[in-house]
Structures are given as C-alpha cells and as structure tokens.
C-alpha cells in the first residue's frame, strides 16, 4: 500500500530524491569534524602555545562564520550541487596544504592560512544543501526535512567525528587520522556529483547562470539586508544564535569543571556524557521535525527549545554539584541536552518561510546566526569565567535561553500546515492574515 507520502516522494518527511545528500552530509562531516577532539592538544604537542593553537580555530571559525552567510545566496544563485562541488574541491586542497605544508614543516603562518580558507570551503558543502533541502521539500513537510539533515549532521560530526579518532589514533596517528579525513570528504563529494537525481534542481541552475552580474550581486547583498528589511527574519537570528550556546560554549568549561575535585568525573566519563548528548540528537532531530511540522515551530522552539535548554543548562551544573559523578546523573543532564538543543530544528525551515520569494538570502542570515553561535558560546565562556567562574557563565546561558523565550512571541512567520487549516475554517475575508505566533 503507498503511503500519501511515499506517493509525494517523501519518507518521513525526507525528500527521497535528496537521500544520497544526506548521507554525503554525514560523510562530510565525519572528514570535517575528526580533528575537533585532538587538533588543538596536538598543536600544542608540536610546541606552539595555548594561545596559538586557540587563534588557529579564531581564523577558522570567523570565515566559516562570513562563508555560511554567503553560501545560501551562492547556492540560490548558481545552484546548490556547483556550489557544494566548490566547496569540496576547496576543502580538499586546502587540507591537503594545510596538512603537507602547514603541521608537516610546523609552519604556523602556513597553519592558519591554510587552515582558516578550509574554514571557507565546508559551509560551501553543508549549507548549500540546506538550499536544496528548501527548494524541493514542500513548505509544510520542511521542518522534517530539516530535521533529517541535522540529524546526518549529527551522526557525522557528533557521532563518527567524535568517536573515530579513537579508535584510528592508535594506529595510525594524529597524522595519519587527518590524511584519513580527505577520503570521507571526497566520497561525500562523489556522492553528490553522481548519486543524487534531481532533475529539477539541475533545471533551475541552468536557469540561474543567464543572471547578469548586477543581478547576481544584489542578490548576493541581500543575504546582509534581509536582516534589516525583515524584523521577524532578524528576531530569529537572534534565536539562532542563542539556541546552540551550549552547544559550543559548554565544551570550554564543563571539562574544567566536572573533572574537578569538588564534582570528580574523569576526562573519560566527561567525553562519554558529551558524546551522548549528539547520539540523543541523531533521533531527536528526526523527532522534532516531525513534531513541529504538527504542533507549530515557534511554540515548540519557545517551551522545548528556550525553556527546556534554560531547565537542562542549569541541571548540566547542579544535578553533578549535587549527586556527583553517578551514570544517572550522566544518562539525565546528556539527554536533556539533547533533547532542548534539537527542539530547534524548525529554524532551518523558519528563516526560507519568511521570504519565500528570496529563500537563499533567508538561509544565509540563518547561516550567519548559526555561524555567530559557533563563536558566542566559547566568547562568553571565555570572558566571564575568570570573574563569575562556571556557574555564572551557567547562568549567562540559562538567562540567554530565558530572553530566547521572549523573543520568539515577536517571530511572525507563517507555517504552511496551520495556514491551510485556517483559511478552510475562517470567513472568507481579502483581510485575513494567518501567522503562526502561537
């Protein structure tokens, strides 16, 4: 029997003609994020300092963060699979330097230089595909595609990324463990040239390329206005960046503090509980897109996403103060983590919902947002913890999550689903406007 989605093409929401891009997602993101765990001690093994082995990933994370704005624009523009093939070409040739010329002879300016233009190449890959993912899933069923893509994310450089280092280290080296990276990114790379059937897709890019150069760079522009001509589009920017605090600002300071005398868990049982925060979101990715796609994005994200992650930040703190380094403990603060984090998921299908008529400029301020998360988090644990320490940078997150809470009540955007409801049971009426501000 065919299901009604199964006959649109999709599987739980997954367009089925994009399936070999999600699994080419997760490849790349094996390759792109092995070296998360171990690069920086290695760096310092080689002899540089604390400070420049930080600087190194400074330089990387701000030109992803200028990449992932400009990458959705780039994608509407000249089409998702050229700008994903850019972007995995570039990866590989500036690893590939950056690895030969940079760590091989421990030249620092060839590190950073190197280093930081791979940091231009891999949102090139991801988000390009988060254009694809807009362009071909159907507006009421994109959280859940949205979903599935951040839950490939997950299981790449969550899951593989995190845990493969250590099992190949052992064996073949820190070195040799980079060098493996390529293989995993050119074969995300070949699956996308050759795997995934989008004919429409190809269509529109072939379309795209008869754009005039004043054209391309308004377009291109835009992805830097739209923030400013949209205030819903810039209030969930705001979100964006609030959602994934935690995300990469706990990884600065839970080690300190959890592996510290007054709390007692080791760096093993630390990594464990970190590792298991990505393998809950694998599932809680699919689940939320789903879910959202049925109760309503915004209030998901509002109780879900900003009130759940404000309960599960503070109990990442207290719960180990409390109880000490017990597998309860670990199994609870991990899950709950994971659980709030991923109730965002519905912001990848927001941001093109907003501007439908320019959905490659709303991804990218979504990109952008996402890319500022990235660096927000460490900043402020970088900041405070020397004057409030762990439990008042803690609460800099739980009160940030708090504000997110406020400000979706402002986000207007109006979710396909709930659009189509009302407007079979309202009165007809040219004046009626349905938004999904719930």
């Given at each position: 029997m065919v299901t009604r989605e199964a006959s649109r093409g999709l599987l739980l929401g997954m367009p089925l003609c994009l399936i070999w891009g999600y699994v080419a997602i997760a490849l790349f993101m094996t390759?792109?994020?092995?070296?998360?765990?171990?690069?920086?001690?290695?760096?310092?093994?080689?002899?540089?300092?604390?400070?420049?082995?930080?600087?190194?990933?400074?330089?990387?994370?701000?030109?992803?963060?200028?990449?992932?704005?400009?990458?959705?624009?780039l994608a509407e523009m000249f089409g998702p699979r050229r700008i994903m093939r850019i972007g995995v070409i570039a990866w590989i040739a500036f690893h590939v330097l950056f690895l030969a010329f940079g760590?091989?002879?421990?030249?620092?300016?060839?590190?950073?230089?190197?280093?930081?233009?791979?940091?231009?190449?891999?949102?090139?890959?991801?988000?390009?595909?988060?254009?694809?993912?807009?362009?071909?899933?159907?507006?009421?069923?994109?959280?859940?595609?949205?979903?599935?893509?951040?839950?490939?994310?997950?299981?790449?450089?969550?899951?593989l990324g995190t845990y493969l280092p250590s099992f190949s280290i052992p064996h073949i080296g820190f070195m040799g463990t980079l060098w493996m990276a390529v293989v995993w990114v050119a074969v995300a790379g070949i699956m996308v040239m050759f795997l995934v059937k989008d004919d429409r897709q190809a269509q529109a890019a072939s379309a795209d390329t008869t754009?005039?150069?004043?054209?391309?760079?308004?377009?291109?522009?835009?992805?830097?206005?739209?923030?400013?001509?949209?205030?819903?589009?810039?209030?969930?920017?705001?979100?964006?960046?609030?959602?994934?605090?935690?995300?990469?600002?706990?990884?600065?300071?839970?080690?300190?503090?959890?592996?510290?005398?007054?709390?007692?868990?080791?760096?093993?049982?630390?990594?464990?509980?970190?590792?298991?925060?990505?393998?809950?979101?694998?599932?809680?990715?699919?689940?939320?897109?789903?879910?959202?796609?049925?109760?309503?994005?915004?209030?998901?994200?509002?109780?879900?996403?900003?009130?759940?992650?404000?309960?599960?930040?503070l109990a990442f703190y207290y719960?180990?103060?409390?109880?000490?380094?017990?597998?309860?403990?670990?199994?609870?603060?991990?899950?709950?983590?994971?659980?709030?984090?991923?109730?965002?998921?519905?912001?990848?299908?927001?941001?093109?919902?907003?501007?439908?008529?320019?959905?490659?400029?709303?991804?990218?301020?979504?990109?952008?947002?996402?890319?500022l998360s990235n660096f927000m988090g460490p900043a402020i644990a970088t900041v405070a913890i020397s004057s409030i320490g762990v439990e008042g940078v803690v609460w800099i997150y739980a009160l940030l999550y708090l504000v997110g809470v406020v400000l979706t009540y402002f986000i207007r955007v109006d979710q396909p689903r709930f659009s189509h409801k009302a407007a079979s049971t309202a009165p007809i009426s040219p004046q009626t406007k349905t938004s999904q501000a719930i």
């Open positions: 390759g792109d994020g092995i070296e998360l765990a171990f690069l920086s001690r290695y760096v310092v093994d080689l002899g540089f300092s604390p400070t420049q082995a930080s600087f190194l990933f400074a330089v990387y994370g701000f030109l992803a963060a200028l990449s992932s704005w400009c990458s959705g624009v760590l091989g002879e421990q030249n620092y300016l060839l590190m950073v230089l190197f280093y930081g233009i791979r940091g231009l190449a891999y949102p090139l890959f991801i988000y390009s595909f988060l254009v694809w993912v807009a362009q071909v899933a159907p507006r009421e069923r994109l959280a859940s595609a949205m979903g599935w893509y951040w839950t490939m994310y997950s299981i790449g450089i969550g899951f754009m005039k150069l004043a054209e391309r760079l308004r377009e291109l522009s835009r992805g830097a206005t739209i923030l400013f001509d949209n205030r819903s589009i810039l209030i969930a920017a705001l979100v964006r960046i609030i959602c994934n605090l935690t995300l990469f600002g706990f990884p600065v300071i839970m080690p300190l503090f959890l592996t510290s005398p007054e709390v007692g868990y080791t760096m093993e049982q630390w990594l464990r509980i970190w590792g298991l925060v990505f393998i809950v979101t694998i599932f809680t990715n699919v689940m939320w897109g789903v879910i959202g796609d049925r109760i309503g994005w915004i209030r998901q994200m509002r109780w879900f996403g900003c009130a759940g992650c404000v309960f599960a930040t719960l180990p103060l409390i109880y000490g380094p017990t597998t309860a403990v670990s199994i609870v603060i991990a899950v709950a983590l994971g659980i709030g984090v991923s109730a965002f998921v519905p912001m990848g299908a927001i941001f093109p919902a907003m501007a439908p008529e320019h959905k490659g400029a709303a991804i990218s301020a979504h990109n952008l947002a996402a890319g």
